[in-house]
């Protein structure tokens, strides 16, 4: 079987992406990163997802961003915004993380021998990351392929990101086609320690939504469900 890295948070994107890859055949070799975020119940929930979906190995890889801050997710200073989804880039971007992520898969994939990284970023339903444009992965693919041994060996790299083009309600139904769990998922920015999310901040708002538009009841537990 050929190789692949996928890259799960434990979110519900990163979760349909690892479905996508296994689907297609890939021996999966899932990576999570513990950045120093407010939610630590991703990186449980990132746990659970892959030893249900079976992959090869999960490795969670620690390097703390919280030193550079900038971002809500790394710095407590910073509100996590719960006022809508507004446009511009938010609060909750976290400066260079998917770069820092797609080279640690990198490292990886090279390490395994394998050409292939999966990345569940999307550019449709999203908050206005600049790292998940179509234009971002393909620069990212160039530079991978310019980089590495396997590259300088003429064996080209992947970057894989099925999800780019899609609505968030368009990947929950194709995730639920691939039978992906996603009670198990946690997408909440400031999901408490046992995954209830906020049901307020961008990221909760999204997914609500998603389910709505995709017509499937939403399986997130939610600890202010007065509110929503």
């Known amino acids: 079987m050929t190789k692949a890295v996928v890259l799960l948070s434990g979110g519900l994107d990163s979760a349909t992406i690892l479905a996508i890859a296994l689907d297609k055949g890939y021996e999966c070799y899932a990576m999570s990163v513990d950045y120093g975020q407010r939610n630590r119940s991703e990186l449980i929930a990132a746990g659970n997802v892959a030893k249900v979906m079976g992959v090869c190995k999960h490795k969670i890889i620690n390097i703390d961003l919280t030193v550079f801050g900038g971002s809500a997710l790394t710095d407590a200073s910073i509100a996590i915004p719960i006022e809508g989804i507004n446009e511009g880039i938010p609060a909750t971007y976290v400066p260079a993380r998917n770069t820092i992520m797609l080279s640690l898969a990198l490292s990886w994939a090279e390490v395994l021998g394998s050409s292939n990284i999966f990345i569940g970023v ?7 990351y600049p790292d998940c444009r179509p ?4 620069a990212f693919e160039k530079v991978a392929n310019l980089a590495t041994k396997v590259s300088i060996q003429n064996k080209k790299l992947s970057i894989h990101a099925p999800l780019i083009n899609l609505s968030k309600a368009e990947i929950i139904q194709k995730g639920k086609l691939l039978d992906v769990d996603y009670r198990l998922t946690v997408s909440c920015y400031q999901a408490n320690e046992d995954g209830f999310a906020c049901g307020l901040c961008d990221s909760c708002r999204l997914r609500r939504a998603g389910f709505g538009a995709a017509g499937i009841p939403d399986p997130t537990r939610y600890r202010q469900v007065e509110k929503l």
Not at 135 to 138: A, N, P, S
């Open 122 to 128: 999307n550019a449709v339903d999203y908050s206005g």
């Open 135 to 138: 234009e971002y992965i393909e």
